[in-house]
């Protein structure tokens, strides 16, 4: 399968904000109705357990959205052209995730130049994976 309408830097990043904001103030009201309180720093775990199941199960569900995903226009795809799986998400975003912590971050760093570099704009971790991220929603039967 060819690569095809790869999203770049801006449309990524848009995603991962509007992703990261959905989730802050999901957990906030959440922990609202528990706690009583919408932050509180000992609701940072929850954050990032809620965030690292919302970016792996949705997009499973979801043929390669997340809700900023979707509004952003763009979704992962994998490069044969099937549907992300679960051993495909875990690949993606813990590998993935392991390499930019051991790295400190440099890898993320390459990763935004490889977007910027690349013809297909994949990244380390989609390399990892055999994902990419593209603009071109799916087919009516995938």
């Known amino acids: 399968m060819t690569i095809t309408n790869p999203a770049?830097?801006?449309?990524?990043?848009?995603?991962?904000?509007l992703d990261s904001l959905i989730i802050f103030i999901g957990v906030g009201i959440i922990s609202y109705f528990i706690y009583g309180k919408f932050y509180d720093s000992e609701i940072i775990y929850p954050i990032d357990y809620a965030g690292l199941i919302y970016g792996i199960l949705?997009?499973?569900i979801w043929y390669g959205y997340t809700?900023?995903?979707?509004?952003?226009?763009?979704?992962?795809?994998?490069v044969d052209?099937?549907?992300?799986g679960?051993?495909?998400?875990?690949?993606?975003?813990?590998l993935g995730g392991i390499i930019y912590i051991l790295?400190?971050?440099?890898?993320l760093i390459i990763s935004a130049f490889?977007?910027?570099?690349r013809e297909d704009k994949r990244t380390i971790h989609d390399l990892i994976a055999q994902t990419y991220v593209t603009t071109e929603p799916p087919k009516k039967r995938q």
């Open 8 to 17: 770049g830097f801006q449309n990524r990043f848009l995603a991962r904000v």
């Open 58 to 60: 949705l997009p499973i």
């Open 67 to 78: 809700l900023g995903r979707r509004m952003a226009g763009n979704r992962i795809v994998r």
């Open 81 to 84: 052209g099937k549907r992300v």
């Open 86 to 94: 679960i051993g495909t998400m875990l690949l993606r975003d813990i």
């Open 103 to 107: 790295t400190l971050g440099i890898g």
């Open 114 to 117: 490889m977007i910027g570099i």
